[in-house]
T-cell receptor, first 117, second 112 residues
Framework: AQTVTQSQPEMSVQEAETVTLSCTYDTSESDYYLFWYKQPPSRQMILVIRQEAYKQQNATENRFSVNFQKAAKSFSLKISDSQLGDAAMYFCAYRSPSGGSNYKLTFGKGTLLTVNP | DAGVTQSPTHLIKTRGQQVTLRCSPKSGHDTVSWYQQALGQGPQFIFQYYEEEERQRGNFPDRFSGHQFPNYSSELNVNALLLGDSALYLC???????????FGPGTRLTVT
């Protein structure tokens, strides 16, 4: 079974600065998907970024980028130019490859990000 | 383009009662997954519905059941409610084998 670990329960960053959230995972699969989701106090889970394991290039979405280290099974999220609206709980999630029989997302316990003005 | 919708927003039930939660998927999606999120935890997978059939189930008892309708909307039913069932219930929709799941705003269930 796959597991996802987020070792930082809480992080804080100054507005306009950069912060990196860590995530490690365990799997025996060679192909898979990794995601970062953001959950603000409104509770709505919002997809931030996605990475396919077969792609060597790290995914980027505007101010959000990932550092995907497949051999180390590490998947960190970097937020540049942090904004007050980035304050939220961030979850790392794993999904098995398409075409199989495992469709679920496996989540870590989350990292609470505070952005200080 | 309507996103995933869930109803109701909040619900308070008594131990032993039964509850039904509802979800409408994002336009163009045909697959619905349900997750339970306890306070301070990550979401836990309950089950997924595709073509009106449950095609994968997580480690939840049979008290948790579901249904998917021909229009792809879905219901989550929980019987014989326990205090431990108090949580945020999230619905997520996707397109069949597509890896990305998009979440609704959730239903907060409180069991007293």
């Amino acid at each position: 079974a796959q597991t996802v670990t987020q070792s930082q329960p809480e992080m804080s960053v100054q507005e306009a600065e950069t912060v990196t959230l860590s995530c490690t995972y365990d799997t025996s699969e060679s192909d898979y998907y990794l995601f970062w989701y953001k959950q603000p106090p409104s509770r709505q889970m919002i997809l931030v970024i996605r990475q396919e394991a077969y792609k060597q290039q790290n995914a980027t979405e505007n101010r959000f980028s990932v550092n995907f280290q497949k051999a180390a099974k590490s998947f960190s999220l970097k937020i540049s130019d942090s904004q007050l609206g980035d304050a939220a709980m961030y979850f790392c999630a794993y999904r098995s490859p398409s075409g199989g029989s495992n469709y679920k997302l496996t989540f870590g316990k989350g990292t609470l990000l505070t952005v200080n003005p | 383009d309507a996103g995933v919708t869930q109803s109701p927003t909040h619900l308070i039930k008594t131990r032993g009662q039964q509850v039904t939660l509802r979800c409408s998927p994002k336009s163009g999606h045909d697959t619905v997954s349900w997750y339970q999120q306890a306070l301070g935890q990550g979401p836990q997978f309950i089950f997924q519905y595709y073509e009106e059939e449950e095609r994968q189930r997580g480690n939840f008892p049979d008290r948790f059941s579901g249904h998917q309708f021909p229009n792809y909307s879905s219901e989550l039913n929980v019987n014989a409610l326990l205090l431990g069932d108090s949580a945020l219930y999230l619905c997520a929709s996707s397109f069949n084998q597509g890896p990305e799941q998009y979440f609704g705003p959730g239903t907060r269930l409180t069991v007293t």
